[in-house]
C-alpha cells in the first residue's frame, strides 16, 4: 500500500492566488514525520516545511503552511501569494518512528504551474 | 547549515563501463547516508541506505552487487554503478540527516546520469 498519496499530478494557479496541495498518508507509528520539499527544473530538493506528529498546531513557514489533520490522515500544503518561481514539483514524505536511520518515503509528486 | 556536496552533478558514459557517485558532508557528521534514483517524471524511490563502517541495506528490487555503496567515513558515502547500461540512466541523489538541524533531511544536489 502506497504510504504516501498526491492524488493530483498536476495543479495550475494564478499568481498571487492561494493553492493547495493534497497529500494523504498511512501509517501506524504513533511517531511520525511529514515534509514538503520542492523540486525544481534543476533537481536539487529544497525543504519547505516539516509537520511532528505530536505537533498541536499547524506548521508555518512564510507563504507555506501546512494543513494537518491527523484523524482524516492529510497533511496538505497551502501556498499562498504564489509566485511564478513556485512552479515545479511538490512531494510530500514521511519519516516513521523517531531515527535519525529512518529514510523518507516520497509521494509521486505534484507539478505545480503558476500562471501570470 | 548543514550542507550535501554531490559530484558529479552530470554524467555521461558509455554502455559496460563504471560510474562513481560521490557525496560529502561539509560542516556535519553523516552516520547514515541515503540513496534515492529518481527516472523523468517520477518520484524519489529509495535504493539503499548506508551507515559509516558497515555494509549498506538496499531495497527490494535493487541489485547490490550492481549498485556498490561504500561509506567508509562519517563525511563521505560513495555509490558506484558498476556496468552501467542504458536503463541505469537516471538521476541519483543522496541525503543525510544532520541531528543539530532538528528534523530536516539534508540533500546532495543530485547526479544525473546518461549511459549510451
Known amino acids: 500500500a502506497q504510504k504516501i498519496t498526491q492524488t493530483q499530478p498536476g495543479m495550475f494557479v494564478q499568481e498571487k492566488e492561494a493553492v493547495t496541495l493534497d497529500c494523504t498518508y498511512d501509517t501506524s507509528d504513533p511517531s511520525y514525520g511529514l515534509f514538503w520539499y520542492k523540486q525544481p527544473s534543476s533537481g536539487e530538493m529544497i525543504f519547505l516545511i516539516y509537520?511532528?506528529?505530536?505537533?498541536?498546531q499547524n506548521a508555518t513557514e512564510g507563504r507555506y503552511s501546512l494543513n494537518f489533520q491527523k484523524a482524516r490522515k492529510s497533511a496538505n500544503l497551502v501556498i499562498s501569494a504564489s509566485q511564478l518561481g513556485d512552479s515545479a514539483m511538490y512531494f510530500c514524505a514521511m519519516r516513521e518512528g523517531n531515527s535519525g536511520n529512518t529514510p523518507l518515503v516520497f509521494g509521486k509528486g505534484t507539478r505545480l504551474s503558476v500562471i501570470a | 547549515g548543514a550542507v550535501v556536496s554531490q559530484h558529479p552533478s552530470r554524467v555521461i558514459c558509455k554502455s559496460g563501463t563504471s560510474v562513481k557517485i560521490e557525496c560529502r558532508s561539509l560542516?556535519?557528521?553523516?552516520?547514515?547516508m541515503f540513496w534515492y534514483r529518481q527516472f523523468p517524471k517520477q518520484s524519489l524511490m529509495l535504493m539503499a541506505t548506508?551507515?559509516?563502517?558497515?555494509?549498506?541495506?538496499?531495497e527490494q528490487g535493487v541489485e547490490k552487487d550492481k549498485f556498490l555503496i561504500n561509506h567508509a567515513s562519517l563525511t563521505l558515502s560513495t555509490l558506484t554503478v558498476t556496468s552501467a547500461h542504458p536503463e541505469d540512466s537516471s538521476f541519483y541523489i543522496c541525503?543525510?540527516?544532520?541531528?543539530?538541524?532538528?528534523?530536516?533531511?539534508?540533500f546532495g544536489s543530485g547526479t544525473r546520469l546518461t549511459v549510451v
Open positions: 548506508s551507515n559509516e563502517g558497515s555494509k549498506a541495506t538496499y
Open positions: 509537520q511532528g506528529s505530536y505537533d498541536q
Open positions: 560542516d556535519f557528521q553523516a552516520t547514515t
Open positions: 541525503s543525510a540527516k544532520e541531528a543539530r538541524t532538528g528534523v530536516g533531511y539534508t
